[in-house]
Nanobody, 123 residues
Framework: QVQLVESGGGTVQAGGSLRLSCAAS????????MGWFRQAPGKEREAVAS???????TYADSVQGRFTISRDNAKNILYLEMNSLRTEDTAMYYC?????????????????RGQGTQVTVSP
């Protein structure tokens, strides 16, 4: 059984930075798809970033150049470094994972996801 636990959320001023972490327990192979999606109140889930086998990485256009996803396979931890944060980045951020190839458009519906960590960006 895979469990994902996010941490690192908080409140930051626009222009600031946060680093999210996702600790995974249970077996997650290096070939698994892992990623982050977010959901703001009243809005649909939005895929943010994914990392798959061979470290193939995809970002949403809205975060390209500001966010960096990485994974430490030895420690089973997924990271999301978020810089130049904007008020529109405010959302609950979820870590997600599933065995198999990463299809970015399916990131919001993978088999496993955590409980989320809140990110609030103030003006």
């Amino acid at each position: 059984q895979v469990q994902l636990v996010e941490s690192g959320g908080g409140t930051v001023q626009a222009g600031g930075s946060l680093r999210l972490s996702c600790a995974a327990s249970g077996y997650i192979g290096s070939s698994w798809c892992m990623g982050w999606f977010r959901q703001a109140p009243g809005k649909e889930r939005e895929a943010v970033a994914s990392i798959g086998s061979n470290s193939i990485i995809t970002y949403a256009d809205s975060v390209q150049g500001r966010f960096t996803i990485s994974r430490d396979n030895a420690k089973n931890i997924l990271y999301l470094e978020m810089n130049s944060l904007r008020t529109e980045d405010t959302a609950m951020y979820y870590c997600t994972a599933e065995r198999g190839y990463c299809y970015f458009t399916l990131l919001t519906s993978l088999q496993y996801r955590g409980q989320g960590t809140q990110v609030t960006v103030s003006p």
